[in-house]
Protein backbone atom coordinates (compact mmCIF):
# COMPACT_ATOMS: atom_id res chain seq x y z
CA UNK A 1 0.00 0.00 0.00
CA UNK A 2 0.90 3.76 -0.77
CA UNK A 3 2.08 6.03 1.91
CA UNK A 4 -1.23 8.24 3.30
CA UNK A 5 -2.31 11.79 2.95
CA UNK A 6 -1.84 13.06 6.31
CA UNK A 7 -4.82 15.48 6.75
CA UNK A 8 -3.97 18.09 9.58
CA UNK A 9 -5.87 20.60 11.74
CA UNK A 10 -5.04 23.45 13.76
CA UNK A 11 -6.18 25.42 16.53
CA UNK A 12 -9.48 25.43 17.95
CA UNK A 13 -10.75 23.50 14.10
CA UNK A 14 -12.53 20.79 16.96
CA UNK A 15 -15.39 23.57 17.63
CA UNK A 16 -16.13 23.69 14.05
CA UNK A 17 -20.11 23.81 13.75
CA UNK A 18 -20.50 25.71 17.03
CA UNK A 19 -18.05 28.46 16.63
CA UNK A 20 -18.71 31.09 14.50
CA UNK A 21 -20.61 29.03 12.22
CA UNK A 22 -21.74 32.83 10.19
CA UNK A 23 -17.80 32.08 9.04
CA UNK A 24 -17.15 28.48 9.66
CA UNK A 25 -20.39 26.89 8.84
CA UNK A 26 -22.02 23.92 10.74
CA UNK A 27 -19.76 21.50 9.44
CA UNK A 28 -18.23 19.22 12.51
CA UNK A 29 -14.96 18.37 11.58
CA UNK A 30 -16.42 15.04 12.14
CA UNK A 31 -17.87 15.40 9.07
CA UNK A 32 -15.08 17.07 7.44
CA UNK A 33 -13.35 14.05 8.43
CA UNK A 34 -16.16 11.54 7.38
CA UNK A 35 -16.46 13.12 3.61
CA UNK A 36 -12.55 13.37 3.63
CA UNK A 37 -12.09 9.68 4.38
CA UNK A 38 -15.29 8.80 1.55
CA UNK A 39 -13.60 11.27 -0.63
CA UNK A 40 -9.86 9.85 -0.27
CA UNK A 41 -11.28 6.30 -1.06
CA UNK A 42 -12.33 6.85 -4.16
CA UNK A 43 -9.70 8.27 -5.19
CA UNK A 44 -7.62 5.17 -4.20
CA UNK A 45 -5.76 6.97 -1.16
CA UNK A 46 -4.96 6.59 2.82
CA UNK A 47 -5.48 9.28 5.10
CA UNK A 48 -4.40 10.33 8.35
CA UNK A 49 -6.37 12.46 10.38
CA UNK A 50 -5.69 14.79 13.25
CA UNK A 51 -6.97 17.87 14.80
CA UNK A 52 -4.62 19.47 17.71
CA UNK A 53 -4.71 22.73 20.01
CA UNK A 54 -0.83 22.18 20.44
CA UNK A 55 1.31 23.45 18.13
CA UNK A 56 4.12 20.91 18.98
CA UNK A 57 1.40 18.00 18.56
CA UNK A 58 1.47 19.36 14.66
CA UNK A 59 5.04 19.57 14.91
CA UNK A 60 5.31 15.97 15.79
CA UNK A 61 2.95 15.06 13.07
CA UNK A 62 4.19 17.02 10.60
CA UNK A 63 8.27 15.56 11.24
CA UNK A 64 6.73 11.83 11.52
CA UNK A 65 5.01 12.76 7.51
CA UNK A 66 8.15 13.20 6.36
CA UNK A 67 8.95 9.19 6.58
CA UNK A 68 5.46 8.03 6.94
CA UNK A 69 3.26 10.39 4.35
CA UNK A 70 3.15 11.01 0.33
CA UNK A 71 1.83 14.18 1.24
CA UNK A 72 0.24 16.71 3.47
CA UNK A 73 -3.18 18.65 3.74
CA UNK A 74 -3.50 21.41 6.42
CA UNK A 75 -5.48 23.61 7.93
CA UNK A 76 -3.10 25.16 10.84
CA UNK A 77 -6.00 27.75 11.46
CA UNK A 78 -4.17 30.67 13.81
CA UNK A 79 -1.27 29.25 13.63
CA UNK A 80 -1.25 30.50 9.63
CA UNK A 81 -0.07 33.26 10.76
CA UNK A 82 1.68 33.18 13.73
CA UNK A 83 3.78 29.82 13.62
CA UNK A 84 7.49 30.33 12.09
CA UNK A 85 7.88 26.42 13.51
CA UNK A 86 4.93 25.05 11.19
CA UNK A 87 6.93 26.71 8.50
CA UNK A 88 10.11 25.26 9.41
CA UNK A 89 8.69 21.42 9.69
CA UNK A 90 6.77 22.08 6.58
CA UNK A 91 10.13 23.18 4.92
CA UNK A 92 11.74 20.23 6.30
CA UNK A 93 9.80 17.47 5.79
CA UNK A 94 10.31 17.95 1.46
CA UNK A 95 6.41 16.68 0.59
CA UNK A 96 3.86 18.37 -1.29
CA UNK A 97 2.03 20.27 1.11
CA UNK A 98 -1.66 22.21 0.72
CA UNK A 99 -2.74 24.67 3.08
CA UNK A 100 -6.62 24.54 3.03
CA UNK A 101 -8.49 27.29 4.98
CA UNK A 102 -12.33 27.41 5.43
CA UNK A 103 -13.22 30.94 5.12
CA UNK A 104 -11.63 33.80 2.66
CA UNK A 105 -8.59 35.21 4.81
CA UNK A 106 -7.99 37.66 2.19
CA UNK A 107 -11.87 38.55 3.06
CA UNK A 108 -10.84 39.02 6.73
CA UNK A 109 -9.01 41.09 9.40
CA UNK A 110 -5.58 42.43 8.30
CA UNK A 111 -3.03 40.49 10.13
CA UNK A 112 -4.81 36.90 8.79
CA UNK A 113 -3.47 37.96 5.18
CA UNK A 114 -0.15 36.62 5.85
CA UNK A 115 1.04 33.38 6.07
CA UNK A 116 4.00 31.54 7.50
CA UNK A 117 2.64 27.97 5.86
CA UNK A 118 2.15 29.38 2.21
CA UNK A 119 5.71 29.45 1.12
CA UNK A 120 5.85 26.07 2.10
CA UNK A 121 2.58 24.98 0.17
CA UNK A 122 2.67 24.31 -3.76
CA UNK A 123 -1.33 25.39 -3.55
CA UNK A 124 -3.63 27.37 -1.22
CA UNK A 125 -7.22 26.86 -1.36
CA UNK A 126 -9.15 29.36 1.03
CA UNK A 127 -12.43 30.46 1.20
CA UNK A 128 -13.91 26.96 -0.64
CA UNK A 129 -15.40 25.57 2.90
CA UNK A 130 -15.06 22.00 3.85
CA UNK A 131 -15.20 21.05 0.41
CA UNK A 132 -11.44 22.52 0.52
CA UNK A 133 -10.44 19.67 1.64
CA UNK A 134 -11.58 17.28 -1.26
CA UNK A 135 -10.10 19.70 -3.54
CA UNK A 136 -6.59 19.62 -2.09
CA UNK A 137 -7.10 15.29 -2.12
CA UNK A 138 -8.29 15.63 -5.87
CA UNK A 139 -4.80 18.20 -6.55
CA UNK A 140 -2.82 15.82 -4.82
CA UNK A 141 -4.08 12.75 -6.15
CA UNK A 142 -3.61 14.12 -9.43
CA UNK A 143 -0.15 15.30 -8.62
Do not use: C, W
Amino acid sequence: MSKPIFVLNGPNLNLLGTRRPEVYGRTTLADVERSVREHAERLGLGIEFMQSNHEGALVDEIQRAREEAAGIVINPAAYTHTSVALHDALEAAELPVVEVHLSNVHRREEFRHRSFVSPQAEVVIAGAGPQGYLMALDYLARR
